[in-house]
Nanobody, 116 residues
Framework: QVQLVESGGGLVQPGGSLRLSCAAS????????MGWYRQAPSKQRELVAR???????DYVGSAKGRFTISKDNAKNTVYLQMNTLKPEDTAVYYC??????????WGQGTQVTVSS
């Protein structure tokens, strides 16, 4: 069973940047998509960005133009570069991998707090 481990979260001031990493214990090439989700307090988990096995990407909502998802198949790692961060970006960010069967696996999450 592949496991996902997120890192790179922390406290950043508004307008700052963070890069999140999601390291998989196995090959990410076997997954249909890799995605980043976030969950703010008292809110539902929501998709932020995803990248398909072929490299195409999707961004949702306010992530467009500010966040960039990428992956390194050789390192089995997916990244989320987040720029121009806003207080409303504060959330726990989760990495997810979707198999071709449709099933998902999740990481444990990493906290991102945007505050002055």
């Amino acid at each position: 069973q592949v496991q996902l481990v997120e890192s790179g979260g922390g406290l950043v001031q508004p307008g700052g940047s963070l890069r999140l990493s999601c390291a998989a214990s196995g090959s990410i090439s076997s997954f249909m998509t890799m995605g980043w989700y976030r969950q703010a307090p008292s809110k539902q988990r929501e998709l932020v960005a995803r990248i398909r096995s072929g490299g195409s990407t999707d961004y949702v909502g306010s992530a467009k133009g500010r966040f960039t998802i990428s992956k390194d198949n050789a390192k089995n790692t997916v990244y989320l570069q987040m720029n121009t961060l806003k207080p409303e970006d504060t959330a726990v960010y989760y990495c997810s991998a979707t198999r071709y069967t449709g099933s998902n696996i999740w990481g444990q999450g990493t906290q991102v707090t945007v505050s002055s």
